[in-house]
């Protein structure tokens, strides 16, 4: 394999916390090299950042890709291609497909396809219960053996406590991380919004803000008896964090993430019944968002995720009501992380940490460093650089954005995987 030498950039360096001009060395799929003067081997590539920046290629946990059951919305082929434009180096798939990832032989199949489609590395969660029904737990040490990285019914949430505190257990002795959707499940039924002025006045069914509180308050009085790995998929309010951090006070092996439209959308964005917008949980008030972000900058919210979700638009043109919920997001995921650094609220070091760092830690996958030896999963990118969204351009089979024809800033220049480039023409 040819050495790539990537000179003349700003290395984004999310364990040290800093950002400085030099250069880096890929050799053999790894990082071999860093540094501000590199000796160079013969026969290297040289590429020239043009002093744009390069960090760890970020690790997406929570990516819906459609195979089996439901291709013509994503495959793994367009989510890969997808991610690669989107400098998004290893997508964590999850097990809500059609029928749901519940055996080994459903996890090699999807294992298997993702090998031969997808330019970045794919890497599959299994469901929790058979079916992701709630009632039996899976067979979580074969599904393991098979590749599993976590167990999550997603937004399903296994409402007997009964069922949910035997797979903590079964999960714990076998050192298995379980992934939950922190949502108290028969007050959120058929939610369309987050309940407030807002929601009354357009007429939607609405949701407290106190169903994802009062979810995530049973989930850590179940790792108190269970003493289980556990991480939150998407922590969405103000009125949830108190408890987050006394779960963490107390030494309980809990995480929490957040997705990205979260993070930098609100209630109102919804306006007139847009349906692109129509998320699960529902888009929060301003002032969730902002407690948000003044979590993940203070490091109670450890993970940043597109909860990348493709809908076509049968299931989206529909009133706001019956709109199915979700968002593409892979592509988009970068530009909308850098609103965050351009307003101020957080630094490139924050962002790559929570987008790159911790979720490869939480899922023990290498990577998310710029550490030598570490693999050469890596985005170039422009911070600056403006663009109009345009949904029609996005490589996802699905187009279910609600970044349309926003303006955004931050364009992926290259992504490389294990040192070759999946994604640019420098």
Same mark, same amino acid.
Do not use: W
């Given at each position: 394999?040819?050495?790539?030498l ?5 290395l984004?360096?999310?364990?040290? $916390? $800093? ?30 950042? #043009? ?6 290629g970020i690790?997406?946990?929570?990516v ?9 919305k994503e495959?793994? #082929? ?8 989107g ?23 999807? /294992?298997r396809r993702?090998?031969? +489609?997808?330019?970045?590395?794919v ?8 079916g ?14 098979a590749?599993a990285?976590?167990f999550t019914?997603? /937004?399903?949430? %296994?409402?007997?406590t !009964? @069922?949910?505190?035997? =797979? ?5 002795s076998?050192?298995?991380l @379980? ?11 058929g939610?369309?919004?987050? &309940? ?26 179940m790792?108190?008896? /269970?003493? =289980? ?8 309010? =103000? #009125? ?8 963490? #006070? ?7 993430g957040t ?5 930098t ?6 306006a ?7 998320l ?10 902002? =407690? ?6 203070h ?9 990348h979700?493709p809908?076509?638009?049968? &299931? ?5 009501e ?5 968002? %593409? ?12 650094y351009? $307003? ?11 987008m ?6 939480r ?9 030598i ?8 990118f422009?911070?600056?650089?403006p ?5 029609a ?5 699905? !187009? ?5 024809? +926003?303006?955004?800033?931050? !364009? ?9 480039? @999946?994604?640019?023409?420098?």
């Amino acid at each position: 394999m040819t050495a790539t030498l990537i000179r003349n950039v700003h290395l984004i360096d999310p364990v040290a $916390s $800093s950002v400085e001009h030099g250069s880096i060395l890929l050799e053999n799929g790894k990082i071999a090299a860093i540094g501000a003067e590199i000796a160079l081997p013969e026969g290297v590539r040289v590429i020239d950042g #043009r002093g744009k920046h390069l960090a760890p290629g970020i690790v997406d946990i929570g990516v819906k890709v459609c195979e089996p059951g439901e291709r013509h919305k994503e495959s793994f #082929r367009s989510a890969g291609l997808a991610a690669a434009a989107g400098g998004v180096t290893t997508i964590v798939t999850r097990p809500d497909t059609s029928p749901a990832i519940d055996s080994p032989e459903t996890l090699e199949f999807v /294992t298997r396809r993702a090998k031969e +489609a997808a330019p970045v590395n794919v890497i599959p969660m299994a469901a929790l219960t058979k079916g992701r029904e709630g009632r039996e737990m899976t067979e979580i040490g074969f599904l393991l053996d098979a590749g599993a990285v976590a167990f999550t019914d997603c /937004t399903r949430v %296994v409402q007997n406590t !009964k @069922v949910f505190s035997r =797979a903590l257990t079964y999960a714990k002795s076998l050192g298995a991380l @379980v992934i939950a959707h922190p949502q108290e499940p028969i007050l959120s039924q058929g939610a369309a919004a987050t &309940s407030g002025k807002f929601a009354s006045l357009r007429g939607l069914p609405a949701v407290s803000p106190m169903a994802e509180r009062m979810g995530l308050d049973r989930d850590i009085a179940m790792l108190e008896m /269970t003493g =289980a790995k556990y991480h939150a998929d998407q922590i969405t309010t =103000a #009125r949830a964090l108190p408890a987050l951090e006394r779960a963490k #006070r107390n030494g309980l092996d809990i995480t929490a993430g957040t997705s990205i439209h979260h993070l930098t959308l609100n209630e109102l964005d919804v306006a007139d019944y847009r349906t692109f917008f129509k998320l699960t949980p529902p888009l929060r008030s301003e002032d969730d968002r902002l =407690a948000l972000v003044d979590a993940l900058r203070h490091g109670l919210i450890d993970i940043v995720c597109s909860m990348h979700t493709p809908q076509d638009e049968e &299931s989206k043109r529909l009133p706001f009501e019956e709109a199915a919920s979700g968002a %593409v997001g892979l592509e988009t995921f970068l530009p909308a992380a850098m609103r965050l650094y351009h $307003s101020g609220d957080l630094t490139l070091p924050q962002l790559f940490r929570a987008m790159s760092l911790n979720p490869a830690k939480r899922l023990n996958l290498p990577g998310g460093t710029l550490d030598i030896g570490a693999p050469a999963d890596l985005v170039l990118f422009d911070a600056d650089a403006p663009f109009v969204m345009d949904r029609a351009k996005l490589r996802s089979k699905s !187009k279910n954005t609600p970044f349309d024809g +926003a303006r955004m800033q931050g !364009k992926v220049l290259a992504t490389f995987v294990a040192g070759t480039q @999946v994604f640019g023409d420098i």
